[in-house]
């Protein structure tokens, strides 16, 4: 079994910064690709970084030059640095992690981005 447990989130306005954070457990050694999704309201999920083992990141073109990932191995856990966030950013985060046979996801975490 394996948890992943979003924390950090809120309101903010245009502008200003925020950090996510995700922690994952469970009986799995075996840690995949960890990474960061998003919803916007009325819009498809998309993709906003990802971090694979060996530290190599991957960005959302529209996103890379704001948002920041970065994992930990030891807890095990990634957060996303985010910004100079505008209106758009609005969405539910939500972080997973591969596995050797899924995708583990969390719930997801709210960020609203207003003027």
């Known amino acids: 079994q394996v948890t992943v447990v979003e924390s950090g989130g809120g309101s903010v306005s245009t502008g200003e910064s925020m950090g996510l954070s995700c922690e994952f457990s469970?009986?799995?050694?075996?840690?995949?690709?960890m990474g960061w999704s998003r919803q916007a309201p009325g819009k498809q999920l998309e993709m906003v970084a990802s971090v694979a083992r060996d530290g190599d990141t991957t960005y959302s073109d529209s996103l890379q030059d704001r948002f920041t990932i970065f994992r930990d191995d030891a807890k095990p856990q990634i957060s996303l640095q985010m910004n100079n966030l505008r209106i758009d950013d609005t969405g539910v985060y939500y972080c997973h992690v591969r596995l050797r046979d899924k995708t583990a996801w969390g719930t997801g975490i709210q960020v609203t981005v207003s003027q």
């Open positions: 469970g009986s799995y050694v075996y840690w995949g690709a």
